[in-house]
């Protein structure tokens, strides 16, 4: 069956609102008729497709990056640190262990032998 190009841009749009989720919009009256197959038909062989459908990604990623932000901003801890983390590593907010050590590190170089070529003396 062959879809117009405006009923694809209206499945872009459903699944910008949904979220990037395909399932949901194939569960909603006029895609039901969808397959997943179709949709990496268009995605492999129209340019423009490929193209919108990675912008719909970017623009969930970014509705996404939003919410978290305006969580931070409201007083979640949790998200202050994630977003900190992921976000201000300029600034030391990443994690990472620091080891001192003091003393000598003295090392003894010792030749491995499969123990089918070690004599009974070595054991």
Known sequence: ??????????FLKMLENNGGNVSAVL???????????TIYLWKNKEEWFDNALKEVRESCKDNVE????????????????????????????IEKQ??????????KVVRWRPASE???TDL
């Open 1 to 10: 069956m062959a879809y117009s190009k405006e009923f694809k841009l209206k």
């Open 27 to 37: 569960k909603h009256g006029e895609f039901r008729s969808l397959e997943r197959k």
């Open 66 to 93: 939003t919410a978290l932000y305006k969580e931070a901003l409201g007083g979640n801890v949790t998200a202050q640190i994630f977003y900190l983390k992921t976000q201000a590593k300029d600034r030391g907010y």
């Open 98 to 107: 620091e080891v001192e050590h003091s003393g000598s590190m003295d090392h």
């Open 118 to 120: 070690k004599k009974k």
